[in-house]
C-alpha cells in the first residue's frame, strides 16, 4: 500500500493496519478515476478539503486528506483501485532537507500513518496526484515518554456549528504557536438549518452516508479550519452531532428522520467521522464492515508529553446509558429535578461504558507511578454540577455528567484512590465558558478539591447569554468563573510548576473576519488543585 524511498527511519504502519486500511477503503462507494488521468495533468484540484495530521505519539503521526473530484455534486469518490497518491514528508517546508516521499492508493479518504519517527520533532507533509498539489501541512511528534519537557502548549475546541457563524476563531489559532489541539466534539451539526442563520448548510437533515460527507466536506470546506488543520497535530473526540442530537450509544437522539433505522444511520456516520479525522487504522475494531454490525470504534486512548503530562482522550457518547426520565419517556435529553427521578442514582448506570471506566481506573493507577505533574482528562462536556434552579430544590441536565452520578462519583473516587497528580478536565459541548473546581463530591460544596475543571466556549454554536449568569455561579459555587455570551478557544500552557490558561474569544462569530481578545486568564500551581484568576 506505500513504498517509502530515501528514508531509513520513516516507515508505514504494520501490515495488520495497513489491511484494515484496505478493508475502509474498499468499503466506500467510489466512482472511476483512471490512474492514468491521475499522471496526467488533471482539470481540477482533488485537494480541496486541505490536510491534516493526529492521533500522534513519540514515533509516529497520522497524515491525512480526502480526494475530492469535479462531479456536480463535489463529492464523488475515487475508485479505491485507481488512485495512487504521492506523499512527501521533509524536515524543512521548502522539502529539501531529509526529504522523503512515497505512494499510497487508499481511494478518496488517506489516512497515511508514518512510523520510526524521530520524537519531540516538527514535519512537514504534503500530497500529490498528477500535477495538482495539496497544501504543505505541519505536523510533530511527541517527546519520547522518558524525555524531562520544559513546556506543552494546548489549545482545546469545540461546538462548531455552520449555521450560527464562521470558523474565524480557527485564524487566530494559527498565530497561538501551539503543540497541538484538542478537539473536544460537535465536529458537524446534522441539522438542516437554524432561525435567524448566518448562512444556510447544504442538503437538510444528515442522516445517510452521502449526507454526512457532504456535510464534512462543507465544514472542511473552512479556509481558516482547514488552515488550522495544517499547522499541527489534533487528538479528536466526538460528541453527539457527528450522528444525531443527544443520541446514546444505540438510542437515537431528538434530530432528523426519526424513521430511520438508527444503528445503521449511527455506523454511517461514524463511517463518515472515520473518512474526515486523522485517526489510526485501529479505531476501526473490525473494519468498516463492522460499523453496520454494531462494531466499536475505538477513539479513546492515553498519550504521554515527556514526562510532563498524561493525556486522556475519552468518548462519553458511544457506551453510555439512555438519558433517564424525560417527560413522556422520550429520547433525548431535558432539565430535571433529581429528587423525583428515581433512576437518577442508579449505580450501575454509566456515561462511558464499563470497559472505558476500566481502562481509566487502570490508567490512572499506572499514572501513579510515573511521576509526571500533570494529568490532563479531554472529554466531551461539563464536569462539575451545574443546578440551574435557585435557591431550594435542583434543576440539572440529564444528558451531561449531572444526568450519570455514579458515573462521576465513580471517576472522582478513582482519581483520589489512586492519588491521580494535579487532574485536569477540559470540556465542551455547553457553548459557554466554566471554570472552577473538581469536588470530591459534586453535591457537596464543602467536600474536598480534587482538581481543576476547564469548559470551554464553542467556535460558533450559539448560547443563552449572560442575564442570569451571577446567581448561577453563586448556586454552583465550585465555579469561579463563567461566561455565556463570546465564542472561542482556550490556551493551556503546561510547565513543570504549574499551567496558565487563557479564554480566547473573538468579537462576533457572523463576521467571516474578526477580532480575537483574551476573556481571563487563569493560573494553577502543581499539587493545589485551586484555580486563581490572574486577568
Known amino acids: 500500500m506505500t513504498s517509502p524511498r530515501n528514508e531509513s527511519q520513516l516507515t508505514p504502519a504494520s501490515n495488520t493496519r495497513r489491511d484494515i486500511l484496505k478493508w475502509a477503503a474498499l468499503a466506500s462507494a467510489p466512482v472511476s478515476f483512471s490512474l492514468s488521468m491521475a499522471q496526467s495533468p488533471l482539470r481540477h484540484n482533488p485537494f480541496t478539503l486541505g490536510v491534516a495530521s493526529g492521533s500522534p505519539n513519540h514515533h509516529s503521526v497520522v497524515l491525512w486528506t480526502r480526494l475530492m473530484s469535479d462531479t456536480a455534486s463535489g463529492n464523488a469518490q475515487f475508485a479505491a483501485s485507481d488512485v495512487s497518491v504521492k506523499w512527501e514528508v ?28 524521530q520524537s519531540d520533532r516538527w514535519y512537514f507533509y504534503r500530497f500529490q496526484i498528477g500535477d495538482a498539489q495539496s497544501t504543505v501541512g505541519r505536523t510533530r511528534t511527541l517527546p519520547h515518554p522518558e524525555a524531562m519537557v520544559q513546556k506543552l502548549r494546548v489549545a482545546y475546541a469545540s461546538c462548531q456549528r455552520w449555521e450560527h457563524g464562521y470558523f474565524s476563531a480557527y485564524d487566530h489559532m494559527c498565530q497561538e504557536n501551539l503543540d497541538m489541539v484538542l478537539f473536544l ?79 445503521a444511520q449511527r455506523a454511517r456516520a461514524y463511517q463518515a467521522f472515520y473518512e474526515h479525522m486523522p485517526l489510526r487504522a485501529s479505531a476501526l475494531t473490525r473494519a468498516i464492515d463492522g460499523l453496520s454490525k454494531g462494531a466499536e470504534m475505538r477513539i479513546y486512548g492515553q498519550v504521554a508529553y515527556g514526562k510532563l503530562a498524561n493525556i486522556y482522550l475519552l468518548d462519553d457518547r458511544q457506551y453510555r446509558d439512555r438519558q433517564v426520565c424525560n417527560k413522556g419517556f422520550g429520547f433525548g435529553s431535558g432539565w430535571l429535578d433529581p429528587d423525583q427521578c428515581e433512576a437518577w442514582l442508579d449505580p450501575q448506570r454509566t456515561l462511558l461504558g464499563t470497559a472505558q471506566e ?19 482528562v479531554a472529554q466531551q462536556t461539563i464536569f462539575g454540577r451545574r443546578d440551574y434552579k435557585l435557591g431550594e430544590g435542583r434543576s440539572l441536565w440529564n444528558d451531561g455528567w449531572d444526568g450519570y452520578s455514579s458515573a462521576r462519583q465513580r471517576m472522582t473516587a478513582s482519581m483520589q ?41 464553542s467556535i460558533s454554536a450559539r448560547s443563552a447569554g449572560n442575564s442570569r449568569l451571577a446567581a448561577r ?17 482556550g490556551v493551556v500552557e ?25 476573556l481571563a486568564k487563569f493560573t494553577v500551581e502543581a499539587g493545589m488543585s485551586q484555580v486563581q484568576r490572574t486577568a
Open 90 to 117: 521533509a524536515d524543512d517546508e521548502g522539502f529539501k532537507v531529509n526529504r522523503r516521499t512515497g505512494q499510497v492508493a487508499l481511494a478518496h479518504s488517506v489516512h497515511l500513518e508514518l512510523d520510526q519517527l
Open 185 to 263: 466534539g460537535d465536529y458537524i451539526y446534522e441539522y438542516a438549518g437554524a432561525a435567524n442563520a448566518v448562512r444556510l448548510p447544504s442538503g437538510g437533515w444528515v442522516n445517510s452516508l452521502s449526507d454526512y460527507r457532504d456535510r464534512y466536506a462543507l465544514h472542511r470546506s473552512e479556509k481558516s479550519l482547514q488552515a488550522m488543520h495544517a499547522q499541527c497535530p489534533w487528538l479528536i473526540t466526538w460528541d453527539d452531532h457527528e450522528v444525531s442530537n443527544d443520541y446514546a450509544s444505540l438510542e437515537r437522539g431528538m434530530s432528523g428522520n426519526t424513521g430511520f433505522d438508527f444503528p
Open 358 to 376: 476500566q481502562w481509566l481506573d487502570q490508567a490512572f493507577s499506572n499514572a501513579r507511578s510515573d511521576q509526571r505533574p500533570w494529568n490532563v
Open 417 to 457: 484512590g489512586h492519588a491521580l497528580k494535579n487532574p485536569v478536565l477540559l470540556g465542551g459541548d455547553v457553548h459557554e465558558n466554566w471554570v472552577g473546581h473538581v469536588m470530591a463530591d459534586a453535591y457537596k460544596d464543602d467536600s474536598a478539591k480534587i482538581g481543576v475543571e476547564f469548559c470551554g466556549a
Open 473 to 489: 455561579l453563586a448556586e454552583n459555587p465550585h465555579f469561579l468563573f463563567a461566561d455565556s455570551e463570546r465564542k472561542g478557544y
Open 494 to 518: 503546561f510547565t513543570a510548576k504549574q499551567i496558565q490558561t487563557e479564554l480566547r474569544v473573538v468579537d462576533d462569530v457572523r463576521q467571516p473576519t474578526t477580532k480575537i481578545e483574551t
